[in-house]
């Protein structure tokens, strides 16, 4: 792995930028691609002190004069940035997976409109695009509360906290700035990670027939559930996928082995609930007759957002954009739990999230900002809540 570079100190502008690509650039356009170079520079895997991707971002809201409130753990903290009541809520999260190898670009690096960088696409772009936002509400007196995470891609602790405050509860809308290519999505599909082990009985290698092969086993377990269907299908997410993630029986070449374990990551669509798919599971897999154990590793339900619901046909006006619906789960998880208006919207493309060469194309960053102003302003004005 990739140890990403250390981030710029203070607030050096960023020099790897081409004179001739800023050229035409208008200086929020500048402020904005300087920001998200410095964004990106950030340490934010998951072995990283979270505090530094933070102060950057709330010494962004302090500058703007929103109030600032830190909540979840300390390790992994979250920030509520407010200003004014019953408005829009931009949420996002600031940590990324590692940089990860195979790279073709540096952290950072522009070229042809796009900036590349582990987080561009998932999610920095769009963080940026909601703290240009903001700057520009905050200045015309409009509401707007932005809400950002620090430990999405681990164990979302930091969403848990901020459903239970009033802001997420009661805003007028909650946009999940997950990749979306700037489309509007109204579902998720929820997560079931499960993991199985059988148990065998050691014998000589070379005397099979005295033992209980637990890989063979193991091996029947997973041709079964690869032949799982489920009963359920939804429209636009499909139907339910699995990946056996890892395999593992077996200590010595020439020991049968009394034990093998496997992690299968299963992503259902809704209105699957995880106990109904977790025991569609148990009872085909018991038909194969052959002894296990079954745990649930990760449970995350899916998301389903009316989308003719008020709030996302306004982001649709807004946005002049279609709809669409995620494989993955992100926050919108925890928020669709305590506000039914909320919705997915950001700059990224999914399919770039945690890929070596992830970039988010400048335009698209500047697009997201415009569509969030827009939208913060039509729900201020809004007689009440979709
Ligand atoms: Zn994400």
Redesign the pocket.
């Known amino acids: 792995m990739i140890i990403p570079a250390r981030p710029l100190e203070g607030k050096v502008r960023s020099r790897q930028l081409g004179a001739e690509q800023r050229g035409g650039w208008s200086p929020v356009k500048r402020q904005m691609v300087d920001m998200l170079a410095e964004l990106i520079k950030i340490p934010s895997d998951p072995f990283s002190d979270k505090q530094e991707v933070l102060d950057y971002v709330q010494s962004f809201t302090d500058q703007i004069h929103m109030r600032n409130t830190l909540f979840g753990d300390p390790s992994a903290p979250a920030l509520l940035a407010e200003f004014g009541q019953g408005g829009v809520v931009l949420s996002g ?1 600031l940590d990324t997976p590692p940089v990860g190898d195979y790279w073709s670009f540096s952290q950072s690096q522009l070229a042809s409109g796009r900036m590349y960088g582990r987080g561009a696409a ?2 920095k772009g769009t963080v940026i695009a909601m703290l240009e936002a903001a700057q520009d509400l905050v200045a015309r007196k409009i509401p707007v509360v932005l809400a950002f995470t620090t430990d ?2 681990t164990s979302m602790q930091g969403a848990m906290a901020l459903a239970k405050t009033l802001p997420l509860r009661r805003a007028k809308a909650v946009v999940v700035g ?2 979306t290519g700037l489309r509007v999505a109204h579902a998720e599909k929820g997560v079931l990670d499960l993991a199985i082990e059988t148990r065998g009985k050691a014998a000589h290698g070379a005397m099979p027939h005295l033992g209980e092969n637990a890989s063979g086993k193991m091996m029947r377990i997973l041709r079964g559930l690869e032949s799982f269907k489920g009963r359920i299908a939804h429209p636009e997410l499909g139907t339910v996928t699995l990946n056996i993630g890892t395999f593992n029986g077996g200590t010595r070449l020439n020991v049968v082995p009394n034990k093998c374990t496997a992690e299968v990551d299963i992503r259902f669509p809704p209105p699957y609930t995880p106990d109904q798919l977790y025991h569609e599971i148990e009872e085909h897999l018991r038909r194969i007759k052959t002894p296990f154990t079954l745990r649930r590793i990760l449970t995350m339900p899916a998301v389903q957002i009316d989308p003719n619901a008020e709030h996302v046909r306004l982001l649709r006006d807004v946005a002049q954009a279609e709809t669409t619906v995620l494989v ?1 789960a ?1 926050e919108a998880v925890h928020y669709t739990q305590v506000n039914s208006r909320v919705v997915i919207f950001g700059a990224g493309e999914e399919e770039l ?1 945690h890929q070596a060469n992830e970039y988010v194309k400048v335009e698209a960053v500047a697009r997201a900002t415009e569509v969030y102003k827009k939208y913060a302003q039509r729900l201020a004005t809004a007689r009440s809540a979709g």
Do not use: F, N, R, V
């Open positions: 999260h998932d999610m999405e891609e997950e990749p993955h992100s999230s």
